[in-house]
């Protein structure tokens, strides 16, 4: 228990370095631009300490919920001091103003690049492609329960081909008897349909080997069975004892192609996340009414948390550090959706004052002026009141029925 809570610590830690960076990455730009920060805080609720250094006070508060970069007239209503005025956010042109507010998001994308590619030379990233990498050799089974799937124990007498061929994990078949082969899938197909000696194009590494197999014949269930029907049929088909490899190393440059790759595919998930977002949250109220959790429900930094403690608890480190690039990856997109009080809200009325004011211009009009936010005041609380019933929601899910990793 206390080896989980030192893990559990270390990816809360993981979370609130991400934060920090985040608001760094708003207090950086601004500086940069010439616009006063007043304050960087990491936290919230009461100050633990604090200290100044040149025009910008940086501390901590007592609850790690997050942190804020306090910037100088970040709109107009803003109430500014007479040496503050000249400076402030809003005043800057746009093109600065929208670096500054999209900064946070940036940088949680660059960590959860890095993050990425770290894993990709050290612990190598999950196989998401359905390329034919092995994971493990074990013995072709001679046969298979029609009705479960389950293969029969091997026995010392069933074969294991692959083994036997020198075929090991982390290799790649590329090519079965000349013709290329490109996913798992195109490779389990062509072995069903091979008895006998067959020539198999092995990739290890930098280095490519031609071995031969000798497929065993073994008893499966037929291509279109469906779990638990009595009327599912057995066929004979090809086995060389082999199983899915779920991770792909990389060198220290063949990297970087795999992390874009990787990342393309992150950012492609997190959308598709994002949009399920509404239809998931019955599934967080029936997880507090202890209902079997959906692993698939939004969780919170509690629940992330608890989940990464699980994985490394058990060794499952790739999962560990996946979350922590999953989690930025979420909040960096998250936080740019165009509504208040996200970046993404506060960048989307800048872009409007800019084309509202280039058709103004057109038609021989001055420009408009800043956005009243106060005018805007009542969706905003709609959105904070929402996001905080969610927030609370799930917390809530996370603690009384968390997503466990089974041990």
């Not at 040149?54 to 501390?59: A, I, Q, R, S």
């Not at 994971?135 to 081909?161: E, I, R, V, Y």
């Not at 393309?264 to 399920?276: D, P, V, Y």
């Amino acid at each position: 228990m206390v080896v989980w809570l030192l893990y559990l610590v270390l990816f809360a830690l993981g979370i609130c370095v991400s934060v920090a960076l985040h608001e760094a990455g708003h207090m950086l730009t601004a500086k940069a631009f010439g616009m006063k920060v007043r304050r960087y805080f990491i936290g919230f609720g009461p100050t633990l300490f604090s200290f100044r250094r040149g025009e910008t006070e940086y501390g901590l508060k007592a609850i790690p919920a997050g942190g804020f970069c306090d910037i100088a007239g970040m709109t107009a209503l803003d109430p500014v001091t007479p040496d503050e005025a000249p400076r402030a956010m809003w005043r800057h042109a746009v093109w600065k103003r929208v670096v500054v507010l999209s900064a946070g998001s940036i940088t949680h994308f660059i960590l959860g690049f890095v993050i990425l590619y770290l894993m990709a030379v050290t612990l190598g990233l999950p196989n998401y492609t359905d390329r034919p990498l092995v994971g493990g050799t074990d013995c072709a089974a001679a046969s298979q329960d029609p009705k479960s799937f389950k293969l029969t124990p091997c026995s010392p007498n069933d074969p294991s081909p692959a083994a036997a061929a020198g075929i090991t994990a982390g290799d790649e078949i590329v090519a079965v008897n000349g013709q290329p082969v490109a996913t798992w899938t195109e490779l389990v197909t062509k072995v069903r349909d091979l008895r006998g000696e067959n020539t198999f194009v092995v990739q290890r590494g930098d280095e490519r080997r031609t071995v031969t197999v000798d497929v065993a014949q073994v008893r499966r269930a037929a291509v279109g069975s469906v779990p638990d029907r009595d009327d599912n049929k057995v066929v004979e088909v090809g086995a060389v004892g082999i199983a899915p490899g779920g991770m792909v190393q990389f060198g220290a440059l063949s990297a970087v192609g795999g992390t874009v790759s990787f990342t393309g595919e992150m950012f492609a998930k997190t959308w598709e996340g994002l949009m399920r977002f509404p239809e998931k949250i019955p599934a967080v109220v029936r997880a507090i009414g202890g209902a079997e959790n959906d692993p698939e429900r939004p969780v919170s930094v509690v629940g992330a948390s608890v989940i990464g403690a699980d994985a490394a608890e058990q060794g499952l480190w790739e999962i560990f550090v996946l979350m922590l690039a999953a989690l930025n990856f979420f909040v960096g997109v998250f936080n740019l959706l165009p509504l208040l009080p996200l970046d993404g809200g506060h960048i989307a009325i800048t872009l409007y004052e800019k084309v509202r004011d280039a058709l103004r211009k057109v038609r021989g009009k001055a420009p408009g002026g800043p956005v009243d936010y106060n005018k805007l005041a009542g969706v905003t609380m709609v959105l904070v009141v929402l996001g905080g019933a969610v927030v609370l929601l799930t917390v809530t899910a996370d603690i009384v029925n968390p997503i466990r990793i089974s041990r």
